[in-house]
C-alpha cells in the first residue's frame, strides 16, 4: 500500500507554504492538484518538478480512480486543491475517501484556510461556530438557508464571490439587519481587507462600491457573541 498526502497550500501569500508541505511535494512521485496551471506555478516558484495529473471538483470520482491505480502501483502522490486546504469547499474529499478504501494511508499535511484566517481575527465566535461555505447561487435557496442558518443562533462562517458578495449581504440585511458581520477581502494577499460591521451597514458599504474585487469570507457572529466569565476564566 501507498500514501496520499493531503497539502494546505497558500491562499495568496506564498510566505504561507509549511517547511512541512514544501518536503511533502518534494518527496512524492506525483502531484494531483484541482488546477495543475495553477499549481504548477506554485512548484515552480519553489523550484520544483513533479509529473503531475488533474482532479477537479467536476471530475474528481473518475480521476481519484486513476490516483487510486498510481498509489495501487506503490507510487506516493501530494494533492493539492487550488489555494487552502482540500476538501473544504474545494475539491480533495472523494478522492481521500477513495484512496482510504482502497487500503492507502491518507496523510494530511496542515496548511492555511480562508475559514481559520478570518476565524482568527474576527473576535467572537461563541461555543459553536457553522461552517458553511458557498451557498446556492439561487436567490430562493439561498435566502431559504440562509434563514435556517441564522435561526440556529449561532456564528457562521460563508463564501462568496465578487458577482454575488452584494446579493449575500443584502439577503442578510433583509432577514436580521443587525447580526455583526466581519468580511475578509483577498486575505493573506497584498490587498487584503478586513472590515466589519451590521448587516446593513456592510450592504450598504459594498453596494455603494463602483468595484467589487476579490473572494470573501463572511463570518456572521451569533445572536448571542460568548464571553469569558471571571468563574471560566479562573477554570483555564
Known amino acids: 500500500m501507498s500514501t496520499l498526502y493531503i497539502v494546505g497550500t497558500p491562499i495568496g501569500n506564498l510566505g504561507d507554504i509549511t517547511f ?5 511535494f518534494k518527496s512524492v512521485d506525483v502531484v494531483a492538484a484541482e488546477d495543475t496551471r495553477h499549481t504548477l506555478q506554485l512548484l515552480t516558484h519553489f523550484e520544483i518538478r513533479k509529473p503531475m ?28 486543491s487550488d489555494a487552502g486546504t482540500p476538501g473544504i469547499s474545494d475539491p480533495g474529499a472523494i478522492l481521500a475517501g477513495l484512496a482510504r478504501k482502497a487500503g492507502h494511508t491518507v496523510v494530511p499535511i ?27 447561487p439561487k436567490p430562493g435557496r439561498r435566502r431559504s438557508r440562509l434563514k435556517e442558518l441564522l435561526a440556529t443562533g449561532d456564528a457562521v462562517v460563508l463564501y462568496e464571490s465578487p458577482f ?68 471560566t476564566a479562573d477554570n483555564v
Open 53 to 80: 495529473v488533474s482532479c477537479r471538483s467536476q471530475n474528481e470520482e473518475f480521476a481519484g480512480e486513476k490516483i487510486v491505480k498510481l498509489l495501487d502501483e506503490g507510487q506516493t502522490v501530494a494533492y493539492a
Open 110 to 136: 496542515p496548511g492555511p484556510s480562508a475559514f481559520a484566517t478570518l476565524v482568527s481575527v474576527a473576535g467572537a465566535g461563541g461555543k459553536t461556530l457553522i461552517f458553511e461555505g458557498f451557498l446556492s
Open 164 to 231: 454575488r458578495i452584494v446579493k449575500l449581504l443584502t439577503d442578510l440585511a433583509d432577514i436580521e439587519s443587525e447580526r455583526r458581520v466581519v468580511i475578509g477581502r483577498e486575505l493573506t494577499k497584498l490587498h487584503e481587507e478586513i472590515i466589519e460591521g451590521t448587516a446593513a451597514e456592510m450592504r450598504d458599504e459594498f453596494a455603494g462600491r463602483s468595484k467589487v474585487q476579490g473572494e470573501f469570507a463572511v463570518f456572521v457572529s451569533g445572536r448571542k457573541i460568548a464571553q469569558v466569565s471571571s468563574e
Open 20 to 24: 512541512r508541505a514544501l518536503e511533502t
